[in-house]
């Protein structure tokens, strides 16, 4: 079945850096765009970056444009979000996402807090 895993979060202070990565099985990783998404305590969940098929169309949330790369690796079923210059309105849950065939698919995660 369609699992994705994220990894990578963890506390950091302001002005730091984390690497999150999401590993992909059971489905054909390098046909599908992928996107992360963030879901701070209290709000709704936003998307924050997305990356096509072979890399080559990528979109940002205006909230994180120059400070977060999304990128992949098609040979390891992998999608990377490097974080840089983290705020501690970055805090949230990060989540990996994938559809196709009419579904969405979801990891279940990785918490990033940014604070002293």
């Known amino acids: 079945q369609v699992q994705l895993v994220e990894s990578g979060g963890g506390l950091v202070q302001p002005g730091g850096s984390l690497r999150l990565s999401c590993t992909a099985s059971?489905?054909?990783?390098?046909?599908?765009?992928m996107k992360w998404y963030r879901q701070a305590p209290g709000k709704e969940r936003e998307l924050v970056a997305s990356?096509?098929?072979?890399?080559?169309?990528?979109m940002y949330a205006d909230s994180v444009k120059g400070r977060f790369t999304i990128s992949r690796d098609n040979d390891k079923n992998t999608v990377y979000l490097q974080m840089n210059s983290l705020k501690p309105e970055d805090t949230a849950v990060y989540y990996c996402?994938?559809?196709?065939?009419?579904?969405?698919?979801w990891g279940k995660g990785t918490l990033v807090t940014v604070s002293l």
């Open positions: 996402k994938t559809g196709f065939r009419a579904k969405d698919y």
């Open positions: 990356i096509s098929t072979l890399g080559r169309t990528i």
């Open positions: 059971g489905f054909s990783f390098s046909s599908y765009n």
